[in-house]
């Protein structure tokens, strides 16, 4: 107890601000790999790391010690190519323009075209239309409108219903919202590399879960099995919703653009 409280008297205000940096540093860390496949890989790093420093301090093998000490560089390359999608989201995260450029960008979409959108997403629900409305943030979805059919008209519920209406060409795909303007239709969205909770959804489901784990979009999907509506954003998922619970939840991302959604708020069909 003493050598601990020793230790505490010597460290400055500056030793502490460096362990809450450091600190910090592994939580953001944690906090991007949560659930998702890396959280198992970062087990499996960590446990062969233990087991080369047992070997290493604790048995008199020569070899080993060598090819230790010498694979501790590739192993230093090797992690950012494990590691790629956690670390290109976090990348793309610190590349968004910042908070004004999100409320400028963000505020485009309110008032009509949200109440045009939450409307025909309540019809679709209704009549069990399956559908998948995604709003584009300040990560642009050019690429992803390019999959599809451009349109570039103005939001109305008349013509989601078209575009969303079984039968017609486009309703297997994704609309992509810019603004005020559905710049597409018919788009092809990447799935979903998280395995669990959503491996039990549709591929409308795991769509919009992938392109708001690559991207600042919330998207909207609508069951074609049981007409619940759900919103996806930041790779998490709120679902059964009502229209005017949508409408609420969406007011309420773009005044506060950093609006987070629990996996406590998830709600399985």
């Known amino acids: 107890m003493e050598v601990w409280l020793e230790i505490l008297r010597g460290l400055s205000w500056l030793d502490l601000l460096d362990i809450l940096l450091v600190a910090g540093l592994f ?150 919202v810019r603004g005020r303007k559905i710049l597409a239709a018919g788009c092809i969205l990447p799935l979903s590399s998280t395995s669990s909770p959503y491996r039990s959804l549709g591929t409308r489901h795991r769509a919009a879960i992938g392109i708001t784990e690559q991207s600042d979009a919330l998207a909207i999907v609508i069951s074609e099995e049981s007409g619940i509506i759900s919103l996806a954003y930041n790779g998490r998922m709120i679902r059964h919703l009502d229209e005017k619970r949508l409408l609420k939840v969406l007011q309420t991302f773009y005044r506060k653009p950093s609006l987070k959604i629990s996996p406590r708020s998830m709600k399985h069909a």
């Open 27 to 176: 939580l953001t860390i944690l906090r991007l790999i949560r659930g998702t496949q890396a959280v198992q890989l970062l087990r499996g790093v960590l446990v062969i790391v233990v087991m080369a420093v047992i070997a290493s301090s604790v048995l008199p093998f020569t070899a080993v010690r060598w090819l230790i000490r010498n694979s501790i560089p590739a192993l230093l390359i090797a992690l950012p190519v494990i590691f790629q999608p956690e670390i290109r989201r976090a990348l793309e995260r610190l590349g968004r323009a910042g908070l004004l450029f999100n409320m400028a960008s963000q505020e485009a979409v309110e008032g009509k075209v949200l109440n045009e959108i939450v409307k025909a997403a309540n019809f679709l629900a209704e009549h069990r239309y399956g559908a998948l409305i995604v709003l584009e943030g300040v990560t642009g979805l050019q690429p992803y409108a390019e999959s599809g059919v451009i349109i570039d008209a103005d939001v109305s519920k008349e013509l989601l219903l078209t575009i969303f209406h079984p039968g017609t060409a486009l309703h297997d795909g994704a609309v992509i």
